[in-house]
């Protein structure tokens, strides 16, 4: 399985942007996806996760509101959608799946990962 993560960049606070990861060599199972984000130095964190048909989805408390989860199984795509970004929201942002179908929050339960994409904020 590979996941594909695009859709990073620079932007101001208070600005918008999409991040889009597209898996391949996923089978049929119901793959739950996740984002994940790390800035410098510190640990990487939860940000958003949705079950595999996009029946229930969990964020962080930072993010709500904000950000919003959503999927295309048909397209094997889960996007995040960011809106009024703040400084704080600067990171690396990682898309994961996970074939277990559990909605977790916990880093060390998916199975696989993309490869990142820095978002930055500005003032």
């Known amino acids: 399985v590979q996941l594909q993560t695009s859709g990073g960049g620079s932007v101001q606070a208070g600005g918008s942007l999409r991040l889009s990861c597209v898996g391949s060599g996923e089978s049929d199972r119901p793959y739950t996806k996740a984002w994940f984000r790390q800035a410098p130095g510190k640990e990487r964190e939860f940000v958003a996760v949705?079950?595999?048909?996009?029946?229930?989805?969990k964020y962080r408390d930072s993010v709500k509101g904000r950000f919003t989860i959503s999927r295309n199984n048909a397209e094997n795509a889960v996007y995040l959608q960011m809106n009024n970004l703040k400084l704080e929201d600067t990171a690396v942002y990682y898309c994961?799946?996970?074939?277990?179908?559990?909605?977790?929050?916990?880093?060390?339960?998916?199975?696989?990962w993309g490869s990142g994409t820095q978002v930055t904020v500005s003032s």
């Open positions: 949705i079950r595999w048909n996009g029946s229930t989805t």
């Open positions: 994961a799946s996970d074939p277990r179908s559990v909605l977790t929050e916990k880093v060390g339960w998916y199975h696989y």
